[in-house]
């Protein structure tokens, strides 16, 4: 069995080159993908739901997909790998495939190596103490050990491709697929797609893909402004310092941005210093709204969700023999009553109710909020999602 880490942000052709690249090396393994659901590792809202990506996700070729828990999801780099590569074996994985920009896995496991190196501290705080950030600081340490170009340890898969091998367990084979550098990335349509007009023959995604995504509404993140302006200077100092990432003052800077900005971009940007990213700020924001605390982070107990599969999938279903409690139907899990009240005692179901609230707080994204309570909607069972 094979898996795969994914956003799927939309699926595109490259995912397909992947996919195709695994079966005709695999032609007879099952492939899971764990998949972010609402948000992504970035700290924006997916553009397509995450049960229609999954469903465009088992048309391209994936088996089997689970939802990667939003406590996961939207984290650094290596807590989203380490989230996605401990759920998946868990489920039984004996292979965790993944692209990169560097095409040679023994590089790319001496850099994941280097940060167990006894004198790695020492060197972070060396390069650090010249002016670096932490992520300039580790680039210049890994090109130095594994004799890469420290462009390509800047690139969001090269980056996560040495995470996947951070986490791997031993007996757990990874399989490096290169990247088709001719293929359009997620992030180029991500732009194309809010462009107006929409350009569409620069947007490189299958047929299926591009049909629905002609026909889609976008979330979009301006309208967490309101919102987190009015949390931001209504919160207790205290409280605020008690969400996860809030950490060297941030806080402030935080509220001080809520006073001025006009709009969302200039209250991320506002937050934003060399520590800080545009994306690490994004995620602090997500975090915020939806009381992820440090000490909720801590709790984490994972669960596996099911958002879509085949035959082969549903098959593979019935045979897993999981230490993870299944969810299919969340109903038969949690209730609504239970998430309003806070009355959680089961730690998996804690970790399902964060899963619950990011994908209401994505249905408020649009110019005509959603429904809410979507996780709950029947037409959203296994059952329905199975695709042969």
């Not at 001080?256 to 940007?269: G, I, P, Q, Y």
């Not at 506002?270 to 602090?284: Q, Y």
């Not at 730690?347 to 005509?368: G, H, M, N, V, W």
Request: charged share 25%; proline share 4%; net charge positive.
């Amino acid at each position: 069995m094979i898996g795969i880490i994914v956003e799927y942000n939309p699926f595109h052709a490259g995912h397909a080159y992947q996919i195709s690249e695994i079966k005709k090396i695999f032609p007879a393994e099952e492939i899971v993908a764990v998949m972010s659901g609402s948000f992504t590792q970035r700290g924006t809202p997916a553009i397509l739901d995450k049960w229609t990506r999954a469903r465009l996700a088992i048309l391209g070729g994936v088996d089997l997909v689970l939802e990667l828990p939003f406590l996961y999801a939207v984290r650094s780099a290596q807590d989203f790998a380490r989230g996605g590569v401990n759920l998946l074996v868990k489920i039984g994985i004996d292979k965790l495939a993944f692209g990169a920009e560097v095409f040679d896995v023994e590089k790319l496991k001496l850099a994941a190596e280097t940060f167990a190196d006894k004198n790695f501290a020492e060197k972070l705080k060396l390069e650090m103490s010249d002016g670096k950030s932490y992520a300039e600081a580790v680039s210049k340490i890994l090109s130095n050990v594994a004799q890469i170009d420290e462009k390509f340890l800047k690139l969001p898969n090269t980056i996560l491709a040495i995470e996947y091998l951070r986490a791997l367990p031993k007996n757990i084979s990874p399989l490096l697929i290169p990247r088709d550098k001719v293929i359009s990335s997620a992030t180029s349509i991500r732009h194309a797609l809010f462009e107006k007009p929409v350009r569409w023959e620069k947007i490189s995604v299958p047929s299926n893909v591009l049909e629905i995504l002609q026909a889609a509404e976008l979330p979009e993140e301006k309208f967490l402004f309101r919102p987190l302006v009015t949390k931001i200077l209504t919160s207790d100092l205290n409280n605020l310092k008690k969400i996860y990432g809030m950490s060297e003052g941030i806080e402030f800077k935080l509220i001080e941005s809520a006073r001025s900005a006009k709009n969302f971009s200039e209250l991320v940007s506002g937050v934003v210093n060399r520590r800080f990213t545009i994306s690490r700020v994004k995620r602090l924001l997500l975090h915020f709204l939806l009381n992820v605390t440090a000490e909720k982070i801590s709790s984490v107990e994972d669960y596996a969700r099911i958002l879509a599969c085949n035959e082969r999938g549903r098959k593979l279903l019935k045979n897993l023999k999981s230490r993870l409690p299944i969810v299919t139907k969340v109903a038969q899990h949690l209730t609504s009553k239970e998430i309003l009240t806070g009355k959680i005692l089961e730690p998996y179901k804690k970790t399902l109710a964060f899963d619950l609230l990011a994908t209401d707080l994505r249905a408020t994204l649009f110019e005509t909020p959603k429904n809410w309570r979507q996780d709950f909607n029947s037409l959203h069972s296994i059952f329905d999602l199975q695709i042969n």
